[in-house]
C-alpha cells in the first residue's frame, strides 16, 4: 500500500516533468516579520527528467540586483528521494516534499529542533501561473522572514503584483482534503454556504501583496502545538490555502489543502 502511495506522491510532483523540461521564471521577494522588503530578485527554476523519469535534474539560476548571478543543480534519484514520508530534495535533506496533485504541494520540516533553523515553502498554482511562500525560523524558534515567488511558466511574470486581500464576503463552497505523514490522503465532503475566515487561533496575520495571507505564530517552542497556513486568492473569487499542523513535540501531523470559491 505504502508504495502505490510514495508512487503518486513522486507522480503528482513530477509526472509532468520531460527530459526537455520545464522552467519556471520567477521574482523572489524577501520580507522581514515587519513586512519590510529585504531584497528581491529573479530566479528561474528548471526540472527535467531522463526518459524514465527516475532521475529529476533541479536547477536554479539567480540574477540579483547588483547584476550578478549563480547557478545550483541538484540531482533527484528516485530510488533514494522517494521514501514513505515524502521526497528528499538534495538541496535541503531535513526537509520532505509532499503533493496532492500538480497545483497543490508543499516542502516541509518533518521535526521542529530548537537551535536548528526551521521552515515551509507552499505553493499556489493556477494555469502557468505559481506563487509559493516560504516561512522561515531561525535557531531560537523565532519567526525570522517570508520569500514570496511569484512565476509563471517559460517567462516571467508580466503584471505586478496585486493588491493586498481584502474582500472576502460572500459564500464560499470549500473543498477539503488531508494528508498524513505516511502519505495518505483524506478527501472530506464538500461544504457549502460558508464564510471564509482568515484569522486562525493563535496566529499572527499577515498580508503580502497579490491576495496572499499568511498565519504563523511569531514563536515556536517544544511543548506547544502549532499550526502554519498560508493562503492565496488564485483568481477574483478562489482562494487556495494550505496548512501544515504540528503536535506538542513539533513533530509534523497533518498536511490539509483547501479551495474556497464564492458563489455569489
Not at 78 to 95: C, L, R, T, V, W
Not at 113 to 134: A, D, Y
Request: aromatic share 10%.
Amino acid at each position: 500500500m505504502n508504495m502505490n502511495l510514495q508512487e503518486q506522491n513522486w507522480i503528482n510532483l513530477f509526472g509532468d516533468i520531460s527530459p526537455e523540461g520545464i522552467a519556471w521564471y520567477g521574482i523572489w521577494t524577501r520580507y522581514s516579520p515587519k513586512l519590510e522588503v529585504i531584497t528581491s530578485f529573479q530566479g528561474i527554476r528548471n526540472l527535467s527528467a531522463n526518459n524514465n523519469k527516475t532521475v529529476i535534474t533541479h536547477r536554479n539560476n539567480y540574477t540579483y540586483a547588483d547584476g550578478s548571478t549563480k547557478e545550483i543543480q541538484w540531482l533527484l534519484d528516485k530510488e533514494i528521494a522517494n521514501q514513505p514520508d515524502g521526497i528528499i530534495h538534495s538541496g535541503a535533506e531535513s526537509m520532505r516534499v509532499l503533493s496532492f496533485s500538480e497545483e497543490a504541494k508543499t516542502s516541509i520540516c518533518p521535526q521542529l529542533k530548537i537551535e536548528n533553523p526551521f521552515g515551509c515553502e507552499l505553493f499556489f498554482q493556477h494555469q502557468n501561473f505559481r506563487t509559493s511562500v516560504v516561512v522561515i525560523y531561525g535557531e531560537n524558534g523565532e519567526l525570522a522572514r517570508f520569500t514570496q515567488i511569484r512565476e509563471h511558466l517559460n517567462s516571467y511574470p508580466d503584471q505586478k503584483p496585486g493588491a493586498n486581500l481584502n474582500n472576502i464576503s460572500g459564500n464560499w463552497v470549500r473543498k477539503k482534503q488531508s494528508m498524513t505523514p505516511d502519505l495518505q490522503v483524506f478527501q472530506e465532503p464538500e461544504m457549502r454556504e460558508i464564510e471564509l475566515n482568515l484569522t486562525t487561533g493563535k496566529n499572527q496575520i499577515f498580508f503580502l501583496p497579490d491576495g496572499i495571507v499568511i498565519n504563523v505564530p511569531q514563536q515556536l517552542k517544544i511543548g506547544e502545538e502549532f499550526e502554519i497556513l498560508v493562503g492565496k486568492m488564485v483568481i477574483e473569487n478562489k482562494y487556495k490555502r494550505m496548512t501544515v499542523k504540528y503536535d506538542k513535540n513539533g513533530k509534523f501531523i497533518q498536511l490539509i489543502s483547501e479551495v474556497f470559491d464564492r458563489k455569489d
